[in-house]
């Protein structure tokens, strides 16, 4: 009879946690509190060691700014023709 009312407690618990994690999420969808914000401005992927790799984005619309996590990816020097190695050829 207690694993029946631990189990329901925990069901409980799980469904108010996720149902928390979707109303924060669909804040920041809609630009959050003061209505939706539609014309948003984003800059480059800026990493956050050397020049390829996971780093971050800031998106600015009116006075609200937002920073999201991004990923550059270390090939991308290969499309201008960036060769390998230091040495002459």
């Keep these: 009879m207690q694993l029946r009312g631990f189990l329901l407690l925990a069901l409980l618990a799980l469904l108010a946690l996720t149902s928390a994690v979707a109303k924060k999420k669909d804040k920041v969808k809609k630009g959050g509190p003061g209505g939706e914000c539609t014309e948003w401005t ?48």
């Design 42 to 89: 984003w800059g480059p992927c800026t990493p956050s060691s050397k020049d390829c790799g996971v780093g971050f984005r800031e998106g600015t619309c009116g006075a609200q700014t937002q920073r999201i996590r991004c990923r550059l990816p270390c090939s991308w020097k290969k499309e201008f023709g960036a060769k390998k190695g230091k040495g002459k050829d």
